[in-house]
Each structure stands twice: as structure tokens, then as C-alpha cells.
Nanobody
């Protein structure tokens, strides 16, 4: 079955960095668009970024553009999200998404 397992979340100070990973299995990773979506405490879901199968096309929400970088390693069936210059408003649970499948999420807390 399809599995998406996120990791790499944690507590970081404003201005810091984190790298999230999403290990995928159960589908053809190399031909799939994969996305990151987040949910801040008490708020709705916010789309963050997506990447094409060949890692050639990448798209970002305006709120993270220039600070976050999405990438993938098709040999490892793994998706990444490098998050730099983190802000308190980046706090939330980050989910890896391959429609219609979701991971369990990894929590990111940006706080001093």
C-alpha cells in the first residue's frame, strides 16, 4: 500500500533551518508529482510546494518562496524540503502528499 513517512521536524529558533524528508513507497515515485502541505495551529491547510517527477519543475507558495527548497531523490524514493530563514509563522504540521495519499505529518515549531 502507499506509504508516505515524514521526518525531520522539531523546534528551531527564528532564522534557523530544518530539512524535512518524506520516504515514499507503494507507488511509482519516479513518475509522480509530490507536494508539501502544512497546517498551522488552529488554521486550515496551506499548500507549500510541489515538484515534478524529474525534479525539473518546482513551485512554491509566495509565503515560502526564496526560503524553502523542494527536492527529490528518485533513487531513494525520498522527497525533501529544505527550510531556511524560518519564521514563527512557519510553525505547523508538515505533510507529504501524493494525491490522494497523505503522510502522518511532522511537526515544526519555530520559536525562541
Amino acid at each position: 500500500q502507499v506509504q508516505l513517512v515524514e521526518s525531520g521536524g522539531g523546534l528551531v529558533q527564528p532564522g534557523g533551518s530544518l530539512r524535512l524528508s518524506c520516504a515514499a513507497s507503494g507507488f511509482t515515485f519516479t513518475t509522480s508529482w509530490i507536494q508539501w502541505v502544512r497546517q498551522a495551529p488552529g488554521k486550515g491547510l496551506e499548500w507549500v510546494s510541489k515538484v515534478a517527477p524529474g525534479d525539473t519543475e518546482k513551485y512554491y507558495a509566495d509565503s515560502v518562496k526564496g526560503r524553502f527548497t523542494i527536492s527529490r531523490d528518485n533513487a531513494k524514493n525520498t522527497l525533501y524540503l529544505q527550510m531556511d530563514s524560518l519564521k514563527s509563522e512557519d510553525t505547523g504540521v508538515y505533510y507529504c502528499l501524493k494525491r490522494p495519499y497523505w503522510g502522518q505529518g511532522t511537526r515544526v515549531t519555530v520559536s525562541s
